[in-house]
């Protein structure tokens, strides 16, 4: 079964929020997107944990397979094969930042052998490849060994059965794998592997994917490339670059609306903040923007992945409204804030000032 936390789902942040990466993926059609919601029809759900994959900030989870839980006792494993027949949920369940993290770590083998004779191949396979794909251009780019994908055809008689399988994570409760995973972590953020207590602080603090922290501590454990690349932002689905036009009148609603705080502003707002390490790529500030000021930056510098540093945006003059006293965004002009502006048109009006 698929469990959804509405409270991380980015379509109840906002109905104008476009994001259907999980309705799209559905093999079996059960997830339907609506303004401001989703709705699940559990009862057809086959349980391949495609939507998880894809899913932006983890707000699907499959009740019995932990994705986070299986990608540490993996790493701590000797396995090197990823597998549907043995180890695993259909394939697509593993995002690319888990493909990044793996491939960063240690070998890694996904068997595609089963993938043609799938009844659910037409989506999940195309999502397979697109993951393997993105993983790799990044992985390169870092001068990482690569993900592999091969024909491997493991089959289900040399393994245990997928509902024994299956097994093995429900009877650990989901108090106990919460607590597991933020152990796990705790030890992954171990100074001595490269973070700093300020950087442990920043990661706790936001409220981003177990995925991303996972991405993010494990490239603090392997060597920086020789030189940092740029990649190109439209092959990238998991996280951005941004930048903000002069068309912004420094609104806030991005910076309010942000699920992982990757946009932020400063203690009197004079400036957008953006944090690639923390951006989840959910869309939600590009269509929130009435103005249509943020966009997309053509690449990403990949000195993001190992030395990751806010960026200023967009800057701005803030004054006090010499009428109300409040501080607003001054664009030059009388030194007026709107509120006050539209007050003192209203009173003309009601008294027939020009
Ligand atoms: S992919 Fe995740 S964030 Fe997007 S609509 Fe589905 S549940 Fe919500
Ligand atoms: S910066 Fe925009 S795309 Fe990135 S996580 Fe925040 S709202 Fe989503």
């Known amino acids: 079964m698929i469990r959804l936390d509405a409270a991380k789902c980015v379509r109840y942040y906002s109905k104008l929020n476009e994001c259907n990466s999980c309705e799209q993926i559905c093999p079996a059609d059960v997830i339907e997107t609506q303004e401001g919601s989703l709705a ?7 349980d391949c944990g495609a939507c998880v994959g894809v899913c932006p900030t983890e707000a699907l989870q499959l009740s019995d397979f932990n994705v986070t839980e299986f990608f540490f006792d993996f790493v701590k494993s000797d396995e090197k094969i ?123 603090q936001k409220s981003i994917p177990n995925k991303r922290k996972l991405l993010f501590t494990l490239l603090k454990k392997i060597e920086k490339p020789a030189n940092y690349k740029y990649l190109e932002n439209e092959h990238l689905s998991f996280t951005s670059e941004k930048e903000i036009d002069e068309s912004c009148d420094n609104c806030s609603i991005c910076y309010r609306i942000c699920p992982t705080e990757a946009l932020s502003t400063t203690s009197k707002a004079s400036a957008i903040l953006f944090d690639p390490l923390l951006c989840v790529r959910c869309h939600l500030c590009h269509d929130v923007c009435e103005k249509g000021s943020i966009k ?59």
């Open 82 to 204: 990823i597998s549907c027949k043995s180890n695993f949920v259909c394939l697509a369940a593993l995002g690319v930042e888990y493909l990044i993290a793996l491939g960063a770590v240690k070998e890694i083998v996904l068997d595609i052998g089963h993938c043609e004779t799938c009844d659910i191949k037409e989506k999940c396979f195309a999502q397979i490849e697109h993951n393997i794909a993105e993983a790799n251009y990044v992985l390169e780019a870092i001068e990482q060994r690569g993900v592999q994908a091969k024909k491997l055809g493991v089959q289900k008689e040399n393994v245990p059965d997928r509902r024994e399988f299956f097994n093995i994570f429900t009877l650990k409760n989901v108090v106990k794998t919460k607590a597991k995973i933020d152990e796990q972590l705790e030890a992954l953020e171990d100074p001595t592997v490269g973070l700093d207590t300020e950087q442990i602080r920043a990661i706790r």
């Open 40 to 46: 699940l029809k559990q009862d057809g759900c086959i």
């Open 296 to 354: 997309l930056a053509e690449y990403f510098d990949t000195k993001q992945f190992f030395e990751p540093e806010a960026k200023i945006l967009a800057k701005f003059t803030i004054v006090r409204c010499e009428d109300c006293g409040i501080c607003f965004t001054y664009f030059g002009g009388e030194k007026i804030c709107q509120r006050c502006k539209i007050e003192e048109e209203e009173a003309k009006q009601l008294w027939g000032i020009e």
